[in-house]
């Protein structure tokens, strides 16, 4: 029911820029808490920034300065800014609903590199 299409992602090298594009069906990002999440090879999923219904965002620490999430109400898509990007950001990166219980979509991928 919930589709997630994640795209945006590319090569880029260090200190370049990104946008990443969630686009959502199925559910109404503006009312819900939406969150960004990342996995890069032999790690684990985390958590890099959400925004509430009201607009309230917040970040790993990690990205704290450089990464802003914002959404597209008429859209139905939620975005993730990256500026300042480093090599340790290289990851496939995924959009879903704060603790949500259901299936993740393929994910954009994100390798910064020289």
């Known amino acids: 029911q919930v589709q997630l299409v994640e795209s945006g992602g590319g090569l880029v090298q260090p200190g370049g820029s990104l946008r990443l594009s969630c686009a959502a069906s199925g559910i109404i990002v503006s009312s819900i808490t939406m969150a960004w999440y990342r996995q890069a090879p032999g790690k684990q999923r985390e958590w890099v920034a959400r925004?509430?219904?009201?607009?309230?965002?917040y970040y790993t620490e990690s990205v704290k300065g450089r990464f802003t999430i914002s959404r597209d109400n008429a859209k139905n898509t939620v975005y993730l800014q990256m500026n300042g990007l480093k090599p340790e950001d290289t990851a496939v990166y995924y959009c879903?609903?704060?603790?949500?219980?259901?299936?993740w979509g393929q994910g954009t991928q994100v390798t910064v590199s020289s």
């Open positions: 879903h609903p704060w603790g949500a219980i259901g299936s």
């Open positions: 925004i509430g219904s009201g607009g309230s965002t």
